[in-house]
T-cell receptor, first 114, second 111 residues
Framework: DSGVTQTPKHLITATGQRVTLRCSPR?????VYWYQQSLDQGLQFLIQ???????AKGNILERFSAQQFPDLHSELNLSSLELGDSALYFC?????????????FGAGSRLTVL | TQLLEQSPQFLSIQEGENLTVYCNSS?????LQWYRQEPGEGPVLLVT?????EVKKLKRLTFQFGDARKDSSLHITAAQTGDTGLYLC???????????FGTGTRLLVSP
């Protein structure tokens, strides 16, 4: 157990629908990163939050949005889903101090869009 | 956009063989990391290299950061079946605001 919790683990939905993926970072970590991993591809950076504020944006579609709440958990919202959105979505949190350059990943949420 | 290309994409070897995975970019990174990912799990950090020319060893794994901080390599000596997995390099700049991952190398070590 990495300490980063992602729910749900698996999600099957239809095109056009909207889903929310949830991430709880490790205790004490203020930064949350979201990544998308499609089949046979590397991880694509989507977005980063630090203590509730957006800090960096990657290749995140306009149909996707995220936020980090005061309790530091984060949610990734995916709307108007398309077949191509089927992927593993990973959340990672980053520590502070000596752990500031370490990303700890959750086990991921596997999204299947039919 | 910073891109990290890894080679080879796939590698299938026998237990006991040596192998090298390469990670190349046209961009300079302040630090470079290597992760290993197993099926059904998130990537797990293996090492961070921050100085050009730096070499780090973790048991049978040797990591090198290029002098110009644009490339890196991972060498595994006497591979074991437990080394099987997806190896990912990742680069970041000062502030660690965006960790960019490489294309990945899928390694299969057979007994």
């Amino acid at each position: 157990d990495s300490g980063v919790t992602q729910t749900p683990k698996h999600l099957i939905t239809a095109t056009g629908q909207r889903v929310t993926l949830r991430c709880s970072p490790r205790s004490g970590d203020l930064s949350v990163y979201w990544y998308q991993q499609s089949l046979d591809q590397g991880l694509q950076f989507l977005i980063q939050y630090y203590n509730g504020e957006e800090r960096a944006k990657g290749n995140i579609l306009e149909r996707f949005s995220a936020q980090q709440f005061p309790d530091l958990h984060s949610e990734l919202n995916l709307s108007s889903l398309e077949l191509g959105d089927s992927a593993l979505y990973f959340c990672a949190s980053r520590g502070t101090g000596s752990g500031a350059n370490v990303l700890t990943f959750g086990a991921g949420s596997r999204l299947t869009v039919l | 956009t910073q891109l990290l290309e890894q080679s080879p994409q796939f590698l299938s070897i026998q237990e006991g063989e040596n192998l090298t995975v390469y990670c190349n970019s046209s961009s300079v990174f302040s630090s470079l990391q290597w992760y290993r990912q197993e099926p059904g799990e998130g990537p797990v950090l293996l090492v961070t290299v921050v100085t050009g020319g730096e070499v780090k060893k973790l048991k049978r794994l040797t990591f090198q950061f290029g002098d110009a901080r644009k490339d890196s390599s991972l060498h595994i000596t006497a591979a074991q079946t437990g080394d099987t997995g997806l190896y990912l390099c990742a680069g970041t700049n000062t502030g660690f605001q965006k960790l960019v991952f490489g294309t990945g190398t899928r390694l299969l070590v057979s007994p």
